[in-house]
């Protein structure tokens, strides 16, 4: 899966989560909270929602190590990367 088609379900997350954020207006490479009003009960969804669309598992251990969305988009694909068989 690439990051262009993980944006895409992002996408469709945050409109299901936090239909108030302008998703096309995130900088992934900002951090999350300093640019829409995401807690980590909501964030915690967002990974939840992810692992279903894109059957990859992000372990609670890893949760706290992205600083944006970026690197979650990057460990998506990568992840994914191995599924892909």
């Known amino acids: 899966m690439n990051p262009h088609e993980i944006k895409l379900i992002l996408k469709e997350i945050f409109h299901e989560i936090a239909p108030e954020v302008e998703f ?3 900088d992934t490479s900002l ?3 300093e640019q829409a009003d995401i807690d980590s009960f909501d964030f915690y969804r967002i990974i939840v929602l ?3 669309k894109t059957g990859v598992n992000v372990p609670d251990s890893k949760v706290a190590e992205f600083k ?3 690197q979650l ?3 998506i694909s990568e992840e994914s990367s ?3 068989i």
């Open 24 to 26: 096309n207006h995130l």
């Open 68 to 70: 944006n969305l970026e």
């Open 31 to 33: 951090p999350l909270r």
């Open 73 to 75: 988009i990057m460990y």
């Open 82 to 84: 191995h599924l892909e």
């Open 50 to 52: 992810l692992n279903e």
